[in-house]
């Protein structure tokens, strides 16, 4: 601590705190999940965290983190891999749906599957590709058969790399469904550069790497994202307006004007 010009915490570090208060250094704390989670009660853990943010210059990946902390914080949202997800030429977008997460009840799949069977009354019977895996495969699966969408959901296990940025190109929406308030989302980032619109539930951070490249509703609210998916659905002119904002909303989530960012606050807290 005492020969550097500041610190970087990802995320608070009480132990090295203790070394901070000895020799001064500048003290920066990225905070990219909650201190105290939604929904949990305080403890006198969290509540000690809560206070040592206020001697530190703090940054938000998201506007909900940077209220959670009930002190001012810089908001820089999370990168994304820039040099991999991306639009490809020669694709055909002739898929509905694509999930892409871990198969596990916080992400909400469930929600979504239910959400299908809810579109027959309207007469859609989109296709859903389902990207992940998890302790919930199973059960999802089951699922899938008792709802008797099996001729409307893949489940294609994991995917990395070109693999998956291939397949999020064959897909219209991208849906993020999750129960838990997620702190940011970058898969919404992944999706939108590879152009697809984005679902994804309100609370928390997720509607922020959502922005203005698709729509939001409440956590856990079945009848909620049934309304968002018939909107899509029946309207190819409000997927064109999502996907003319992407280009000008992921120039934030770069990874050189995020590093830019950092440097920025680091540099002040320097000084």
Avoid at 83 to 93: K, V
Avoid at 250 to 267: F, G
Wanted: hydrophobic letters at 40%.
């Amino acid at each position: 601590m005492r020969w550097c010009d500041v610190c970087l915490q990802n995320g608070i570090i009480l132990k090295q705190f203790l070394a901070i208060l000895t020799t001064r250094t500048p003290l920066v704390i990225r905070h990219q999940t909650w201190i105290q989670h939604p929904g949990v009660p305080a403890t006198q853990l969290t509540r000690l965290k809560l206070y040592v943010v206020r001697f530190a210059t703090s940054i938000a990946i998201s506007q909900s983190i940077a209220e959670h902390l009930r002190h001012p914080s810089v908001i820089i949202p999370n990168p994304y891999r820039d040099n991999l997800f991306r639009c490809l030429p020669n694709i055909p977008r002739n898929k509905e749906l694509v999930f892409l997460g871990r198969l596990v009840s916080d992400k909400g799949l469930d929600l979504l599957l239910n959400a299908m069977t809810s579109l027959r009354a309207y007469g859609l019977y989109p296709k859903l590709t389902v990207i992940g895996s998890g302790e919930s495969d199973v059960g999802l699966r089951q699922q899938t058969k008792n709802l008797q969408l099996e001729n409307q959901v893949t489940f294609v296990g994991s995917k990395i790399g070109y693999d998956l940025v291939h397949l999020l190109n064959e897909h219209q929406i991208l849906v993020v469904p999750s129960r838990w308030k997620e702190p940011f989302g970058v898969v919404a980032l992944e999706g939108i550069a590879c152009g697809c619109v984005v679902v994804g539930s309100s609370g928390g951070g997720l509607k922020d790497a959502i922005g203005d490249c698709g729509s939001t509703f409440p956590n856990g609210d079945e009848d909620a994202l049934t309304e968002a998916l018939l909107e899509l659905l029946t309207q190819p002119e409000l997927l064109a307006h999502y996907r003319a904002n992407a280009s000008s909303h992921l120039l934030r989530h770069q990874k050189t004007a995020v590093a830019k960012a950092y440097l920025q606050v680091l540099e002040k807290a320097r000084r």
